[in-house]
T-cell receptor, first 109, second 114 residues
Framework: GQSLEQPSEVTAVEGAIVQINCTYQ??????LSWYQQHDGGAPTFLSY????GLEETGRFSSFLSRSDSYGYLLLQELQMKDSASYFC??????????FGKGTRLHILP | DTAVSQTPKYLVTQMGNDKSIKCEQN?????MYWYKQDSKKFLKIMFS???????INETVPNRFSPKSPDKAHLNLHINSLELGDSAVYFC?????????????FGPGTRLLVL
């Protein structure tokens, strides 16, 4: 079936770089999106990859490789406020949308 | 200005009751969605509406019925509430541009069924 797999938790140190992977068992989607969600908050859009390659938005970058069936979100110069859950998501040509189960990012001082 | 708003923010009710959650977006988007996020934080799409027409129905129980009076509003009505309906419900909207999918989420409605 169609699914997006993410690690459930990742821990990193403030100021460091962390990569959150998203592998998928699906095809026929437009692109891969990333969302951030703080505890008690709503998901907010971070980045989108419609084509293979790297997209950079400030401290956040996202990458997609359709041939390898995976993408990742890269967070640089980690700050304590980056502690949150991160979700990858895809939308298919029939307008169906699926989200990964999310990765909880813990940042240590 | 709030882009996507939902009311109420919290909803506590008894099993068997009927309740509604309202959603409004002022972004001029064509598509609106309802998501359910369970206690494990799994986000699952329930419905989406495009120009007032249902385009996805993710086989949710028919106790859930979306209603869209116009392009800016998508309400969710739930009949005969069950304990398992307790979750956070998010409304979202999007405007596809060159198939780019960016969704804007409302603040969520935390539903607790007792």
């Amino acid at each position: 079936g169609q699914s997006l797999e993410q690690p459930s938790e990742v821990t990193a140190v403030e100021g460091a770089i962390v990569q959150i992977n998203c592998t998928y068992q699906t095809s026929g989607f437009y692109g891969l999106s990333w969302y951030q969600q703080h505890d008690g908050g709503a998901p907010t859009f971070l980045s989108y990859n419609g084509l293979d390659g790297l997209e950079e938005t400030g401290r956040f970058s996202s990458f997609l490789s359709r041939s390898d069936s995976y993408g990742y979100l890269l967070l640089q110069e980690l700050q304590m406020k980056d502690s949150a859950s991160y979700f990858c998501a895809v939308k298919f040509r029939d307008d169906k949308i699926i989200f990964g189960k999310g990765t909880r990012l813990h940042i240590l001082p | 200005d709030t882009a996507v708003s939902q009311t109420p923010k919290y909803l506590v009710t008894q099993m068997g009751n009927d309740k509604s959650i309202k959603c409004e977006q002022n972004l001029g988007h064509d598509t609106m969605y309802w998501y359910k996020q369970d206690s494990k934080k799994f986000l699952k799409i329930m419905f989406s509406y495009n120009n007032k027409e249902l385009i996805i129905n993710e086989t949710v129980p028919n106790r859930f019925s979306p209603k869209s009076p116009d392009k800016a509003h998508l309400n969710l009505h739930i009949n005969s509430l069950e304990l398992g309906d307790s979750a956070v419900y998010f409304c979202a909207s999007s405007q596809d541009e060159w198939r780019r999918e960016t969704q804007y989420f409302g603040p969520g409605t935390r539903l607790l069924v007792l």
